[in-house]
């Protein structure tokens, strides 16, 4: 795949938070540059009149969605199942309905480097520190920055680890569709060792590592407003 080439999806998550999504939408038009061929939202509501309403509030996306509330895990491994089965793109962006970005965002940028390092199962933007260990230490990062390894290609900087798979902001392969998502309670934590173990599509487990994009000095890229929950494992 050349980097030329690249096509890129943005997959917005949401559950039914009309303000969230109405400004990380906007935020996300207004933010996000690249290669976006393809704009998909999935809906946990479980409520067909809403997801209607959805359709002719949000004409830009293709709208899908699992019939009844899924919850985090369910929510997605259902949407990567249908990305999977009809989405023709090379990467794809994971965007859950309570984020908004800090300064403009060059997916293609993203893309190219993922495209070169295909030991970087993704590239995640850095929040803002949202729980008391972060707030303590400084940071998200801050919070174990011994763990991440500065690195430089060119005009591109990002930091690489090995301590998680975030469903934070982030950019990742269309191949990664495949591997599926587990469902149930701590699934980033058991998506992060299945990872690490087995690998990913394109190297083995030993091989992988995890991406943030820029530099420590840039601060957050992307600020979480989520600060009401609507439903289960949100």
Known sequence: MSAKNTRIAVLVITDGRDDYLQRTVRSAMANLTG??????????????????????????????????RQGFGGAIRDAWGHLADWSTVDYVFHL???????????????????????????????????????????GLLERALHAYTPTQDGPHQWLEHTLFW???PSLYRSSMLHVGWPD????????????????????????????????????????????????HGY
Not at 197 to 218: L, M, N, Q
């Open 96 to 138: 859950e309905a309570d984020f908004v970005f800090n300064r403009p965002v060059d997916l293609g940028a993203l893309a190219s480097v993922l495209t070169d390092r295909t030991y970087l199962a993704q590239m995640a933007l850095v929040r803002q520190s949202w729980n008391a260990e972060e707030r303590a230490a400084g």
């Open 166 to 168: 975030t469903t934070n």
């Open 35 to 68: 290669p976006v061929t393809e704009w998909w939202m999935y809906d946990d509501t479980g409520d067909l009149a809403y997801r209607e309403g959805l359709g002719r509030r949000y004409p830009t996306f293709v709208h899908i969605n699992g019939g009844a």
């Open 184 to 231: 149930g309670h701590q699934s980033e934590g058991i998506f992060t060792h299945h990872l690490l173990k087995y690998g990913t599509p394109e190297v083995s487990g030993d091989r992988v590592r995890f991406g943030y994009w820029g530099s420590i000095a840039d601060g957050p890229w992307v600020e979480h407003i989520g600060m009401e929950r609507a439903g």
